[in-house]
């Protein structure tokens, strides 16, 4: 009986438990950021955004749960560049986890080494609209910007988690393989609409207009933020029909009566366009939210008969 008991507790000791596996509880601000985590991180992170890909990430409501998320988080990301200046200093405030704060281990601004456009030269002031003073923060729409991300991921893993830190890389190089493959299907895609003018609603798509040579000619809201005026509508309109601009590309979370009420006008199409994972129940991972993107794009362009 001595025997059996001290072979079972060798058992213990040599097998750890699932349950004694360690995993990092991530929090990040947007669907895109927690996609990229999950996969560095594997099985040895949950990451788990408060925005979702259909809302608006510069306006979120605050709710319980996102503090309960935010107290037990061993790790936080977020976009960065003030898109969630609005919302998430409260939530920060009250979560009460310095593990989390800005300028702690647990603490990881994704947009660091990214290709940012749209920097602000000279004063800024209110009369511009929600202009981001360092910049436009909807880099994750370029894969490359992606890459940056991932990498950037895997070091803020490995410096929470040491041991784990070969699997982070491993992870890491098969996401940077994937990537580079996707990149050239991608951008094979692209050729047959590259130089196609659009009008987006926001100006969420500057960084994906540059990876895929899209030309973002105007936007339905004369500035960031700020609701479009009725002459503003009718230049838009003039605009389309003279340049003969094919597309109107929407985000998911603002109201798509004008636009459609403009694409009727002027024979644009009018595309539900998410920026983010998420923003569409079929986008689920980062590589998805290119697949689905570019092809709504190329199927556009083929029913217009302006594909190359």
Known sequence: MKFKTLALLALAVAVPTAASAKTLEVVTTTEDLAAIINEIGQKHVNAVSIAKGYQDPHFVDAKPSYLLKLKKADLLAVVGLELEVGWLPPLLTNARNPRILPGSAGFMDSSEGCDILQKPVGAIDRSMGDIHPSGNPHYWLDPENGRVIARHAARKLAELDPEDAADFQKNLATFESALTEKEKAWSAQATAFKGVKVITYHNSFPNFAKAFGLDVVNHVEPKPGVPPSPNHVQELVAQITS??????????????????????????????????????????????????????????????????
């Open 243 to 308: 340049e003969k601009v094919p597309l109107l590309l929407i985000e998911p979370y603002f109201d798509e009566k004008l636009p459609m009420k403009i694409g009727a006008q002027t024979g644009a199409q009018v595309l539900i366009f998410p920026p983010s994972v998420g923003g569409d129940p079929s986008v689920k991972t980062y590589f998805d939210l290119f697949d689905h993107d570019l092809k709504m794009i190329a199927d556009a362009m083929a029913k217009s008969g302006g594909g190359k």
